[in-house]
């Protein structure tokens, strides 16, 4: 299994600004994965994060919203700029070592924005 | 049409009651996973099953393949059970080799003392 780890836990942050998340694995994977989950609802993939190059991006989310790095095969970042009300969600990244592989998750980083 | 169903979607049981949360997906998958999600945020995984049924302490997950049908199962519920419990189904993606997750809403589970 994979342990996760995420940080911030939780931030507020005001209208405008941008924040970014970091994601560590205690093992190398050759998958990570950045979702959101608004208030009430189930989670929503963001984007497949790539080592070594561009993040794969699900309809809906563009890179210039949502950056993500992913310099090696156990670290991400997921930046939300330019934040607004509707940014706040929980975001959770996840990590899977190989296509059908069991997936794990890190505990989540509740953003609020004002 | 979500890919993935389950229900109910808020279930509230006494201390001690036995608990079914049910799943249903519409394609075929390679494999299903139950996770459970505390106020805080955090998802732990529970069960990730193709076939048969799995059992850790008090609860049980069953998966029916032909059925495309999951149910979990908690017995002698307590209190520290309240969470949402999620279902999440591996979709298999024949051009890659891969998969992808589909989630279910999630069963908000409350059980009372």
């Known amino acids: 299994s994979a342990v996760i780890s995420q940080k911030p836990s939780r931030d507020i942050c005001q209208r405008g600004t941008s924040l970014t998340i970091q994601c560590q694995v205690d093992?190398?994977?050759?998958?990570m994965f950045w979702y959101r989950q608004q208030p009430g609802q189930s989670l929503t993939l963001i984007a497949t994060?790539?080592?070594?190059?561009?993040?794969?991006?699900e309809s809906g989310f563009v890179i210039d919203k949502f950056p993500i790095s992913r310099p090696n095969l156990t670290f991400s970042t997921l930046t939300v700029s330019n934040m607004s009300p509707e940014d706040s969600s929980i975001y959770l990244c996840?990590?899977?070592?190989?296509?059908?592989?069991?997936?794990?998750f890190g505990p989540g980083t509740r953003l609020t924005v004002l | 049409k979500n890919e993935v169903e389950q229900s109910p979607q808020n279930l509230t049981a006494q201390e001690g009651e036995f608990i079914t949360i049910n799943c249903s997906y519409s394609v075929g998958i390679s494999a299903l996973h139950w996770l459970q999600q505390h106020p805080g945020g955090g998802i732990v995984s529970l069960f990730m099953?193709?076939?048969g049924k799995k059992k850790h302490g008090r609860l049980i997950a069953t998966i029916n393949i032909q059925e495309k049908h999951s149910s979990l199962h908690i017995t002698a519920s307590h209190p520290r059970d309240s969470a949402v419990y999620i279902c999440?189904?591996?979709?298999?993606?024949?051009?890659?080799?891969?998969?992808?997750?589909?989630f279910g809403e999630g069963t908000q589970l409350t059980v009372n003392p």
């Open positions: 099953l193709s076939s």
């Open positions: 996840s990590a899977r070592q190989g296509g059908d592989n069991e997936q794990f």
């Open positions: 999440a189904a591996y979709h298999r993606l024949w051009e890659t080799s891969g998969s992808r997750l589909t």
């Open positions: 994060a790539n080592q070594g190059s561009e993040a794969t991006y």
């Open positions: 093992s190398q994977v050759t998958m």
